[in-house]
């Protein structure tokens, strides 16, 4: 089983900066994808970054403000948060999945950091 931590979260004024933190533990493996999500009170889980085989993606709402990085030796991957909006103000949650080569689908989750930015 692997466990996904997130931490670095809290309380930013608009224009400001943070750095999330997303630790893998437990049966560590060369995720397929791994990246962040994020969830606005009363909205849906969207997709804000993600590195698929060294491959960066990003949602057009944080291209050129965000910025994510994996470590693979330290087993995390991190998301730099500049420029700050209270647009941005969520709970961003770690993500894993793929398919290991046996067939075996995983999916995981982190348990969610809160951010919030005051405009």
């Known amino acids: 089983q692997v466990q996904l931590v997130e931490s670095g979260g809290g309380l930013v004024q608009a224009g400001g900066s943070l750095r999330l933190s997303c630790a893998a533990s437990?049966?560590?493996?060369?995720?397929?994808?791994i990246g962040w999500y994020r969830q606005a009170p009363g909205k849906q889980r969207e997709l804000v970054a993600h590195?698929?085989?060294?491959?960066?993606n990003y949602a057009d709402s944080v291209k050129g403000r965000f910025t994510i990085s994996r470590d693979k030796a330290r087993n995390t991957v991190y998301l730099q948060m500049n420029s700050l909006k209270s647009e941005d103000t969520a709970v961003y949650y770690c993500?894993?999945?793929?398919?290991?080569?046996?067939?075996?689908?995983?999916?995981?989750w982190g348990q969610g950091t809160q951010v919030t930015v005051s405009s």
């Open positions: 590195i698929t085989r060294g491959t960066t």
């Open positions: 437990g049966t560590i493996f060369s995720f397929n994808v």
């Open positions: 993500n894993a999945n793929g398919i290991l080569p046996t067939g075996y689908k995983y999916d995981y």
